[in-house]
């Protein structure tokens, strides 16, 4: 059975390595020079590959980040600059001969189902290199190209945008704080990307501020007895509160034991949400930084003038010279019909985060649409071993009416937690 896995990142390997595992012929397509996707930090920014700042670390611990049949090295650090996570990649592909089955600087052009897609499930699948194009056909089809494809600046959300005088980029485009120097900052959104920059914006610009409409729950990589936050939030007793108690007592637990290195609310980031609900957010220095006064947290920004923002609740003016839009990725999938997989919202709508519903044959899974509590690396290698079982028939899933039915009620409350699956189905509409 030939399988084509799109993309060489994390999930791109561990699909290849898990078709490999099951007997299956893999054939990786990587458009890039190199493995590693997100991972893999450049000075420039490549069309079509997530981009990463140079003082990027992970946010999950190498103890729960491990491919289950692969420990990071003792010496590594217990949380890994970009440089260590992508060295870890290349021994884990070097190891178990996955480069063999990799064609690099390949582009997937288009993936189609063949004629006799409803007996057979094959796909016809196109690709691109040195500017030829070639033909192949596939029985499955894994989709690897990650969370991060194509970044979002929702422009008609703030309005005098277009009249604002000073520079405004995406944070994809972000790469050293150096353009920060002597700057008065804005920086729009809280994620763990918008949490990074204003803090090394902070270290040369004038002024950062940062605008969040809904706040955030901001938690040190390192929690409570020193261990790593993903250590203490994966243990029995979490699980144990977060699937067995009432809904509101568990919250409260969980919110207690945040707000314990620092209450949320005297810091202007209280999220009306729980922690349940609210992915957090992962940064050891800004509530320090917020005390003395090298970061402003303001709420969300009501205009743009020529030189200042406005935002809401806050009548008077701030100057600023330069934005940086924290705002998101799109889900895009450029060489797929858009009938295959359904984009709405920004969200994927996949059954259990990696199949489509209505194929006749389930021959195509995507992988890596999910942000789980901790590391993603264990999750996808389970989602891989799942679809590449399923492509062989050893596994079944359910009708399509039981599919979209469980898809459809995901869409009805998407930031609502699954206790099932213990995830935040933010990236997905299941």
């Known amino acids: 059975m030939r399988v084509a896995v799109v993309g ?30 997100l991972w893999r930090y450049t000075e420039h920014i490549e069309p079509g590959r997530p981009s990463l700042y140079a003082s990027v670390i992970s946010n999950s611990s190498k ?57 057979t499930g094959q796909w016809d699948v196109v690709t691109e290199a040195d500017g030829k194009h070639t033909s192949y056909v596939f029985d499955a089809v894994m989709v690897c190209t990650g969370n991060f494809p194509e970044p979002t600046i929702p422009l008609h959300s703030f309005p005098g945008i277009k009249r604002f005088k000073g520079q405004y980029f995406h944070s994809r485009q972000y790469k050293r704080p150096d353009v920060f120097k002597g700057k008065r900052v804005l920086v729009v959104g809280m994620g763990n990307s918008g949490v990074d920059i204003a803090v090394e914006a902070s270290h040369v610009a004038t002024k950062v501020t940062v605008s969040t ?23 029995r007793l979490m699980s144990l509160i977060r699937n067995n108690l009432p809904g509101p007592l568990a919250r409260a637990l969980i919110n207690y034991s945040v707000n314990k290195r620092f209450n949320h609310e ?17 940064n050891d220095d800004l509530p320090s930084y917020i005390l003395t006064g090298r970061i402003t947290i303001k709420p969300g920004v009501k205009e743009f003038k020529d030189n200042s923002v406005v935002f809401h609740d806050c009548p008077e003016e701030e100057p600023i010279d330069i934005v940086v839009f924290c705002t998101g990725y799109d889900a895009s999938f450029p060489f797929l019909e858009e009938k295959i997989v359904k984009v709405e919202n920004k969200h994927a709508c996949l059954y259990k985060y990696v199949f489509p519903t209505h194929l006749q ?3 195509l899974a995507v992988l890596g649409l999910i942000r789980p509590l901790g590391g993603i690396m264990p999750v996808i290698e389970m989602q891989a071993r799942w679809a590449v079982r399923v492509f062989k028939g050893l596994c ?9 039915k469980e898809v459809n009620e995901k869409k009805k409350n998407q930031v609502k937690w699954s206790t099932k699956v213990k995830m935040w189905p933010d990236a997905t509409c299941q």
């Open 213 to 235: 409409r809904r706040g955030a729950w901001v938690l040190g990589r390192v929690f409570e007895h020193g261990y790593p936050w993903d250590v203490v939030f994966n243990t």
């Open 361 to 363: 044959k389930p021959t």
């Open 63 to 119: 103890e729960l980040s491990a491919f289950s049949d692969f420990p990071y090295p003792e010496d590594f650090p217990v949380f890994l600059p970009h440089a260590k996570l992508l060295d870890y990649l290349r021994r884990y592909a070097n190891h178990f001969g996955i480069m063999e089955h990799i064609k690099l600087g390949t582009t997937v052009v288009s993936i189609r189902k063949r004629p006799d897609f409803a007996t």
């Open 8 to 37: 060489a990142g994390v999930s791109g390997l561990t699909a290849t390595k898990c078709c490999m595992d099951e007997g299956l012929e893999p054939t990786c397509f990587e458009q890039s020079q190199d493995i590693g996707g």
């Open 396 to 404: 079944q899933l359910p009708p399509q009416s039981v599919m979209e």
């Open 266 to 282: 005297n810091y202007g980031l209280q999220p009306e949400k729980s922690c349940l609900v609210r992915e957090p957010v992962l």
